[in-house]
T-cell receptor, first 117, second 115 residues
Framework: AQTVTQSQPEMSVQEAETVTLSCTYDTSESNYYLFWYKQPPSRQMILVIRQEAYKQQNATENRFSVNFQKAAKSFSLKISDSQLGDTAMYFCAFMKHPSLAGSRLTFGEGTQLTVNP | ETGVTQTPRHLVMGMTNKKSLKCEQHLGHNAMYWYKQSAKKPLELMFVYSLEERVENNSVPSRFSPECPNSSHLFLHLHTLQPEDSALYLC??????????????FGPGTRLTVT
Protein backbone atom coordinates (compact mmCIF):
# COMPACT_ATOMS: atom_id res chain seq x y z
CA ALA A 1 0.00 0.00 0.00
CA GLN A 2 1.06 3.52 -0.70
CA THR A 3 1.44 6.19 1.97
CA VAL A 4 1.87 9.92 1.65
CA THR A 5 3.33 12.04 4.44
CA GLN A 6 3.20 15.79 4.82
CA SER A 7 5.23 16.62 7.88
CA GLN A 8 4.24 20.29 8.12
CA PRO A 9 0.67 20.70 9.41
CA GLU A 10 0.89 24.50 9.17
CA MET A 11 3.10 27.02 7.45
CA SER A 12 3.03 30.75 6.94
CA VAL A 13 4.78 33.08 4.53
CA GLN A 14 4.84 36.77 3.82
CA GLU A 15 3.26 38.02 0.65
CA ALA A 16 5.69 38.04 -2.32
CA GLU A 17 8.06 35.62 -0.63
CA THR A 18 8.81 31.99 -1.53
CA VAL A 19 7.69 28.96 0.44
CA THR A 20 8.32 25.24 0.04
CA LEU A 21 5.91 22.55 1.19
CA SER A 22 7.27 19.07 1.84
CA CYS A 23 5.87 15.71 0.84
CA THR A 24 7.31 12.22 1.01
CA TYR A 25 5.73 9.00 -0.10
CA ASP A 26 6.33 5.32 0.14
CA THR A 27 5.67 2.92 -2.71
CA SER A 28 7.08 -0.13 -4.43
CA GLU A 29 5.67 1.00 -7.76
CA SER A 30 8.00 2.30 -10.46
CA ASN A 31 5.39 4.01 -12.61
CA TYR A 32 3.13 6.50 -10.90
CA TYR A 33 1.87 10.06 -10.76
CA LEU A 34 2.14 12.73 -8.11
CA PHE A 35 -0.12 15.71 -7.63
CA TRP A 36 -0.49 18.79 -5.49
CA TYR A 37 -4.02 19.99 -4.83
CA LYS A 38 -5.08 23.11 -2.96
CA GLN A 39 -8.27 23.49 -0.98
CA PRO A 40 -9.08 27.13 -0.14
CA PRO A 41 -11.67 28.09 2.47
CA SER A 42 -14.38 27.58 -0.17
CA ARG A 43 -13.50 23.84 0.12
CA GLN A 44 -13.19 23.46 -3.65
CA MET A 45 -10.30 21.09 -4.33
CA ILE A 46 -8.18 22.52 -7.16
CA LEU A 47 -5.37 20.80 -9.02
CA VAL A 48 -2.14 22.80 -8.76
CA ILE A 49 0.45 20.67 -10.51
CA ARG A 50 1.17 17.09 -11.59
CA GLN A 51 4.33 15.06 -12.14
CA GLU A 52 4.80 11.76 -13.95
CA ALA A 53 7.37 9.57 -12.24
CA TYR A 54 9.05 8.61 -15.50
CA LYS A 55 9.85 12.24 -16.28
CA GLN A 56 13.09 13.54 -14.80
CA GLN A 57 12.24 17.17 -15.47
CA ASN A 58 10.46 18.91 -12.63
CA ALA A 59 6.98 20.18 -13.46
CA THR A 60 6.31 23.91 -13.44
CA GLU A 61 3.04 25.86 -13.59
CA ASN A 62 3.56 29.61 -13.44
CA ARG A 63 4.54 30.42 -9.83
CA PHE A 64 4.31 26.77 -8.77
CA SER A 65 7.10 24.27 -9.26
CA VAL A 66 8.07 20.94 -7.78
CA ASN A 67 11.30 19.32 -6.70
CA PHE A 68 10.82 15.66 -7.53
CA GLN A 69 13.47 13.35 -6.09
CA LYS A 70 12.45 9.84 -7.13
CA ALA A 71 15.18 7.98 -5.30
CA ALA A 72 14.42 9.82 -2.09
CA LYS A 73 10.65 9.54 -2.73
CA SER A 74 10.27 13.24 -2.15
CA PHE A 75 7.93 15.65 -3.94
CA SER A 76 8.05 19.20 -2.59
CA LEU A 77 6.05 22.17 -3.85
CA LYS A 78 7.62 25.60 -4.21
CA ILE A 79 5.40 28.64 -4.42
CA SER A 80 7.16 31.77 -5.63
CA ASP A 81 5.92 35.33 -5.19
CA SER A 82 3.25 34.17 -2.74
CA GLN A 83 -0.13 35.86 -3.02
CA LEU A 84 -2.93 36.23 -0.50
CA GLY A 85 -5.06 33.96 -2.68
CA ASP A 86 -2.59 31.15 -2.15
CA THR A 87 -3.87 30.78 1.41
CA ALA A 88 -5.30 27.26 1.47
CA MET A 89 -4.82 23.70 2.61
CA TYR A 90 -2.38 21.97 0.27
CA PHE A 91 -2.58 18.22 -0.28
CA CYS A 92 0.06 16.01 -1.81
CA ALA A 93 -1.39 12.98 -3.59
CA PHE A 94 -0.05 9.79 -5.14
CA MET A 95 -1.57 7.65 -7.87
CA LYS A 96 -0.05 4.46 -9.17
CA HIS A 97 -0.37 3.92 -12.87
CA PRO A 98 -4.07 3.52 -13.38
CA SER A 99 -5.79 0.52 -14.79
CA LEU A 100 -9.33 -0.62 -15.25
CA ALA A 101 -9.15 -1.88 -11.68
CA GLY A 102 -9.14 1.68 -10.46
CA SER A 103 -7.14 4.85 -10.19
CA ARG A 104 -6.90 5.50 -6.48
CA LEU A 105 -5.54 8.83 -5.28
CA THR A 106 -3.82 8.52 -1.92
CA PHE A 107 -3.70 11.86 -0.13
CA GLY A 108 -1.46 13.20 2.58
CA GLU A 109 -2.90 14.88 5.64
CA GLY A 110 -2.39 18.35 4.23
CA THR A 111 -0.44 21.50 5.04
CA GLN A 112 -2.34 24.65 5.94
CA LEU A 113 -0.56 27.55 4.27
CA THR A 114 -1.29 31.10 5.33
CA VAL A 115 0.01 34.02 3.28
CA ASN A 116 0.33 37.15 5.41
CA PRO A 117 0.08 40.66 3.98
CA GLU B 1 -22.64 24.98 -15.61
CA THR B 2 -19.01 24.02 -15.96
CA GLY B 3 -16.75 21.55 -14.21
CA VAL B 4 -18.14 19.37 -11.46
CA THR B 5 -21.22 20.43 -9.52
CA GLN B 6 -22.67 18.97 -6.35
CA THR B 7 -26.03 19.42 -4.67
CA PRO B 8 -26.94 20.14 -2.01
CA ARG B 9 -24.01 22.12 -0.66
CA HIS B 10 -25.15 21.61 2.92
CA LEU B 11 -27.30 18.87 4.40
CA VAL B 12 -28.46 18.19 7.92
CA MET B 13 -30.21 14.88 8.49
CA GLY B 14 -31.34 12.74 11.34
CA MET B 15 -30.10 9.23 11.84
CA THR B 16 -33.34 7.73 10.55
CA ASN B 17 -33.63 9.87 7.43
CA LYS B 18 -32.96 8.92 3.83
CA LYS B 19 -31.32 11.47 1.59
CA SER B 20 -29.28 11.56 -1.59
CA LEU B 21 -26.26 13.55 -2.71
CA LYS B 22 -26.00 14.43 -6.38
CA CYS B 23 -22.93 15.03 -8.51
CA GLU B 24 -22.85 16.11 -12.13
CA GLN B 25 -19.79 16.58 -14.31
CA HIS B 26 -19.84 18.71 -17.45
CA LEU B 27 -16.37 17.69 -18.65
CA GLY B 28 -17.16 14.68 -20.81
CA HIS B 29 -15.27 12.40 -18.43
CA ASN B 30 -15.74 8.66 -18.14
CA ALA B 31 -14.74 8.08 -14.51
CA MET B 32 -16.34 9.45 -11.34
CA TYR B 33 -15.46 9.16 -7.67
CA TRP B 34 -16.86 9.74 -4.19
CA TYR B 35 -14.51 10.86 -1.41
CA LYS B 36 -15.11 11.50 2.27
CA GLN B 37 -13.19 14.28 4.02
CA SER B 38 -13.38 14.25 7.80
CA ALA B 39 -11.70 16.73 10.09
CA LYS B 40 -8.04 15.96 10.79
CA LYS B 41 -8.00 12.98 8.42
CA PRO B 42 -6.78 12.53 4.85
CA LEU B 43 -9.35 12.25 2.11
CA GLU B 44 -10.78 8.76 1.89
CA LEU B 45 -11.80 7.24 -1.41
CA MET B 46 -15.23 5.63 -1.16
CA PHE B 47 -16.28 4.55 -4.64
CA VAL B 48 -14.99 4.62 -8.22
CA TYR B 49 -17.15 4.34 -11.32
CA SER B 50 -15.97 3.91 -14.88
CA LEU B 51 -18.52 4.16 -17.67
CA GLU B 52 -21.32 3.70 -15.16
CA GLU B 53 -19.77 0.52 -13.76
CA ARG B 54 -18.53 0.41 -10.18
CA VAL B 55 -14.88 -0.65 -10.20
CA GLU B 56 -13.96 0.03 -6.61
CA ASN B 57 -15.75 -0.04 -3.30
CA ASN B 58 -13.34 0.88 -0.55
CA SER B 59 -14.95 -1.09 2.30
CA VAL B 60 -17.71 1.46 2.69
CA PRO B 61 -20.64 0.58 5.00
CA SER B 62 -23.84 -0.40 3.26
CA ARG B 63 -25.65 2.66 4.63
CA PHE B 64 -23.90 4.45 1.75
CA SER B 65 -25.25 3.34 -1.61
CA PRO B 66 -23.84 4.82 -4.82
CA GLU B 67 -25.62 5.02 -8.14
CA CYS B 68 -24.26 6.02 -11.53
CA PRO B 69 -27.08 6.16 -14.10
CA ASN B 70 -24.82 7.61 -16.80
CA SER B 71 -21.28 8.87 -17.15
CA SER B 72 -22.28 12.44 -16.23
CA HIS B 73 -24.20 11.77 -13.03
CA LEU B 74 -23.29 10.15 -9.75
CA PHE B 75 -25.46 9.82 -6.67
CA LEU B 76 -24.76 8.80 -3.10
CA HIS B 77 -27.85 7.51 -1.33
CA LEU B 78 -27.73 7.79 2.44
CA HIS B 79 -29.83 5.94 5.03
CA THR B 80 -29.62 5.31 8.78
CA LEU B 81 -26.39 7.24 9.07
CA GLN B 82 -24.35 7.66 12.23
CA PRO B 83 -23.03 10.91 13.72
CA GLU B 84 -19.48 9.89 12.74
CA ASP B 85 -20.60 10.02 9.11
CA SER B 86 -20.70 13.82 9.39
CA ALA B 87 -18.10 15.07 6.92
CA LEU B 88 -17.51 16.84 3.64
CA TYR B 89 -18.37 14.54 0.74
CA LEU B 90 -16.48 15.31 -2.42
CA CYS B 91 -17.25 14.12 -5.91
CA UNK B 92 -14.57 14.03 -8.59
CA UNK B 93 -14.21 13.00 -12.21
CA UNK B 94 -11.39 12.15 -14.57
CA UNK B 95 -11.15 11.59 -18.29
CA UNK B 96 -10.53 7.89 -18.21
CA UNK B 97 -9.39 5.30 -15.72
CA UNK B 98 -6.81 3.58 -17.85
CA UNK B 99 -5.52 5.86 -20.56
CA UNK B 100 -5.60 9.26 -18.97
CA UNK B 101 -5.11 12.10 -18.55
CA UNK B 102 -5.38 11.11 -14.95
CA UNK B 103 -6.05 14.35 -13.14
CA UNK B 104 -9.17 14.31 -11.04
CA UNK B 105 -11.39 17.36 -10.97
CA PHE B 106 -13.39 17.94 -7.84
CA GLY B 107 -16.76 19.42 -7.06
CA PRO B 108 -17.31 21.90 -4.23
CA GLY B 109 -18.52 19.19 -1.87
CA THR B 110 -21.58 18.59 0.28
CA ARG B 111 -21.18 19.36 3.97
CA LEU B 112 -23.19 16.65 5.74
CA THR B 113 -24.17 16.83 9.38
CA VAL B 114 -25.87 13.84 10.98
CA THR B 115 -27.79 14.66 14.15
Amino acid sequence: AQTVTQSQPEMSVQEAETVTLSCTYDTSESNYYLFWYKQPPSRQMILVIRQEAYKQQNATENRFSVNFQKAAKSFSLKISDSQLGDTAMYFCAFMKHPSLAGSRLTFGEGTQLTVNP
Amino acid sequence: ETGVTQTPRHLVMGMTNKKSLKCEQHLGHNAMYWYKQSAKKPLELMFVYSLEERVENNSVPSRFSPECPNSSHLFLHLHTLQPEDSALYLCASSQDLQFGPHEQYFGPGTRLTVT
